[in-house]
RNA sequence: GGGCGGUUAGCUCAGUUGGUUAGAGCGACUGUUUUACACACAGUAGGCCGGGGGUUCGAAUCCUCCACCGCUCACCA
């Protein structure tokens, strides 16, 4: 026996060597993998933000990631996992943000270029942290192939689909209506906001003969239409076009009635006056009636000149300033304090939206939607679980152009030249093009770039190396994409849209969606509510192994799960308790020959569980696995099966006991095929008993990662 | 307001297509230092499976209504 087993297991001395054990043997990289491997299996891990530390969410899409990968490892295929890291523009530089400001620096009035090489610095430095504790959970992942999404065929590549879309007619530029976050000074698509419920005062105001409620007056400067619904019976004496003069916050004006059909009768007074600068029914309205649309508040959120004695002012300063003078004018007709309505905020920092518009550019969805709408609707892409299948098409259904500039440095940067004479846009990834094909006139390159996630949408093929790669042809379509529930909008359907429009193909046959990590008691993890886990702690106080299957049994996909810190304590028990099955085992003086007898009936037992199991990892159970091969290690193996195989004392009459009823055979062929079962969830422990387990038996050589799996 | 999910032991949760006395981990309690393991073993307590109605020989599981919780989407100014 091992000296080893005198002592408790113990993951810290064991896991750095375990991993750098299977990093040697170049087994992570499927080329390298005996020639029983040959249908490949490809996962995609969705690259880490190289901008911090793994959080829980990490540790848990890495556990059930690997877990898959050693499991159709084992059982003979070439399996590939792909990692990556993501430079996660918009999220990095606001965590860059954060460091210049505790530098007492601060990003507006920066160099574009030192703030984007610093930046760069700081991610790269991320990146090396990223990967040292991917590798401390154990991950079997090919290290030889891992991209960034800035790596230069990544980015050149991502160049082109925007061109190839261009020339599709599927990107446009449009000066339309955007999500402005004002403090972080860029436009965002919808999925990067939220809504949050506020009270707030509701103002009813005197607009010429009618009264308008509106809970932002501040906005209201430059407000020259009123409009009204066509059937509204209130209003029929007003017509469509007909002019007014109003008196209004800042003197006379001229107004003009505009009926449509949007309008909600039933509303307060069912009259609004419109600003269609900062408001998205607002702008349709007056996109419909060819109305004039005025800025009133600039892309810091303070008014312009528009609003006379107030211009400069930020919006919550001015509000109450405003009101009061609506007063004074006798224009305020009464306040509702107790209004609630939902406002749209920027997802990162909460900061209220403020509708503007801009020149962007925008992917026109409804085409591609239809590509990933067929795909998911013919069962070419399965969900787990499934009710994820109904919540993507629904989305799908609805989604609208996708606005994919961002003003800020750090991201990859948008190929296109825009006109300064006619604001006409074209890409131009050689940047060669120095006049507009339109007017002739001089032309400048965009300074944006892309959103992050019109990268990541490719990432699928992009980290197989499309075009012209080895690895595209044998790799894709991956098999599974496994990911957070919270990203079925943002990232999911952009990945089935791209893989199909680019290459025609699915990116992946199966989309694997967990759960969130919250605290023990459920409750969501923040900083501010101090009750983050740290998975890093919990892998050095624990091990990486009973972190991993902690996290695994009982965790139902897409469920959220409650992490405790007993439940990872339990599970290092767990560890200790296979630890001591193996010292037990291999402690016997001599290893049974191939001529002991087994046990029929323990065997065709733990066949049976064996085969039960197999069905389960195929079919992603591996909460249900997981828990099966745990309870009857424990519960059967050591507590029973090993019990009834030791010699019997003399009880205390002196009578001799009964006699030895498990062959020691069948322990040697149960202990060998449990350490299979659960290697792909604990894969520390079991290699390193393995290690003795094949010296004891005299069958040196391989490695338990790369065994078949018992019964494939 | 729309959509989705949840409600099972003190806590956190399993329970694949309905099938015998409903499970686990942690916690509690009672014993046991027995020669693999006290990071252990033997055992105990604890649940009208949110509520009402229905389908069925049979329902935690299917249908329906209700209540509460959570998530998510949404252009009532």
């Not at 043997?25 to 933000?49: A, C, Q």
């Not at 990933?372 to 098409?393: C, Q, R, T």
């Not at 075009?467 to 595209?472: E, H, L, R, W």
């Not at 990945?495 to 699915?506: A, C, D, Q, W």
């Amino acid at each position: 026996m091992d000296d080893k087993f005198l002592k408790p297991y113990n993951p810290q001395e064991t896991e750095e060597r375990i991993y750098k054990l299977w990093k040697k043997s170049g087994f992570f990289n499927p080329d390298n993998l005996p020639k029983r491997h040959e249908e490949p299996f490809t996962v995609i891990m969705p690259p880490p933000n190289a901008n911090g530390h793994l959080h829980a969410g990490h540790a848990l899409f890495i556990t059930i990631e690997d877990i898959i990968t050693r499991f159709e490892r084992m059982r003979g295929k070439k399996a590939l996992w792909v990692p990556g890291a993501d430079h996660a523009g918009f999220e990095t530089q606001i965590v860059y943000e954060r460091e210049l400001e505790k530098q007492g620096r601060s990003r507006f009035g920066m160099d574009p270029k030192q703030l984007y090489d610093e930046i760069m610095v700081f991610t790269l430095e991320n990146k090396k942290h990223m990967e040292a504790e991917v590798s401390a959970m154990g991950a079997s992942c090919d290290w030889s192939r891992e991209k960034f999404t800035l790596d230069e065929n990544i980015v050149r590549e991502t160049q082109k689909t925007f061109e190839q879309m261009y020339d599709d007619n599927l990107v446009y530029r449009g000066n339309r209506i955007i999500n402005w976050c004002p403090k972080h000074q860029t436009s965002l698509s919808d999925v990067e906001t939220e809504f949050v419920e506020k009270k707030d005062p509701f103002y009813y105001i005197k607009y010429g003969p009618f009264t308008i409620a509106t809970a932002r007056p501040e906005t209201k400067f430059g407000d020259k239409y009123v409009v009204m619904h066509p059937d509204d019976k209130r209003y029929k004496d007003y017509k469509d076009g007909q002019k007014l003069e109003v008196n209004w916050i800042n003197g006379k004006i001229t107004a003009t009635v505009i009926k449509d059909a949007a309008i909600d009768m039933s509303f307060g007074t069912g009259v609004m006056t419109i600003t269609p600068w900062h408001d998205a029914i607002d702008f349709e309205v007056a996109e419909r009636h060819n109305l004039e649309k005025d800025q009133i508040i600039d892309w810091r959120g303070k008014l312009l000149p528009i609003a006379g004695e107030f211009a400069g002012m930020k919006i919550t300063e001015a509000r109450p300033k405003i009101v009061e003078k609506l007063k004074e004018n006798g224009l305020l007709v009464k306040i509702d304090d107790d209004y609630k309505h939902n406002v749209r905020v920027c997802y990162k920092c909460g900061t209220s939206i403020e509708p503007q518009i801009k020149a962007q550019w925008f992917v026109k969805m409804k085409p591609l939607a239809k590509l990933a709408i067929d795909a998911v609707e013919s069962d070419k892409i399965k969900f787990i679980p499934e009710n994820y299948k109904k919540i993507f098409l629904y989305w799908m259904e609805k989604t609208i152009d996708w606005n994919i500039s961002r003003q800020i440095i750090w991201g990859i940067p948008i190929p296109a030249k825009l006109c300064e004479k006619c604001g006409h846009g074209f890409p131009d990834l050689k940047s060669k093009m120095n006049q507009c094909p339109k007017c002739g006139g001089s032309v400048t390159a965009d300074i944006d770039t892309f959103d992050t996630w019109f990268s990541s949408g490719q990432w699928p093929y992009l980290a197989l190396g499309y075009p012209n790669s080895d690895d595209f042809e044998t790799y894709y379509p991956t098999d599974i994409m496994e990911t957070g529930h919270d990203l079925i909008f943002r990232w999911v359907p952009r990945m089935v849209i791209f893989g199909l429009y680019r290459t025609k193909k699915i990116p992946f046959n199966t989309v694997y969606l967990h759960g969130l990590v919250n605290d023990a008691k459920g409750k969501k993890m923040s900083k501010s509510k101090e009750n983050v886990i740290n998975p890093l702690d919990l892998s050095k106080k624990y091990g990486t192994d009973a972190l991993r299957i902690g996290l695994i049994v009982g965790n139902t996909p897409g469920t959220d799960l409650a992490l405790s810190e007993d439940r990872i304590r339990g599970y290092k028990n767990f560890a200790n308790k296979l630890w001591n099955i193996a010292r037990f085992i291999l402690s016997q003086e001599k290893p049974p020959n191939n001529k002991n007898k087994l046990d029929e009936e323990l065997v065709n037992e733990f066949n049976t569980l064996a085969k039960d199991i197999t069905r389960d990892m195929e079919n992603c159970r591996f909460h249900i696995a997981a828990e099966k091969i745990y309870a009857y290690v424990w519960h059967r193996f050591a507590d029973e099966i090993i019990e009834k195989s030791k010699p019997a004392r003399p009880d205390d009459s002196g009578h001799s006991g009964g006699k030895q009823t498990v062959n020691r055979a069948t322990l040697y062929y149960i202990l060998e095929n449990s350490l299979k079962l659960l290697h792909p969830f604990m894969p520390f422990v079991t290699e390193e008993i393995w290690s003795s387990f094949t010296k004891a038996t005299n069958k040196q050589g391989n490695l338990l990662m790369i065994e078949s799996w018992p019964f494939t």
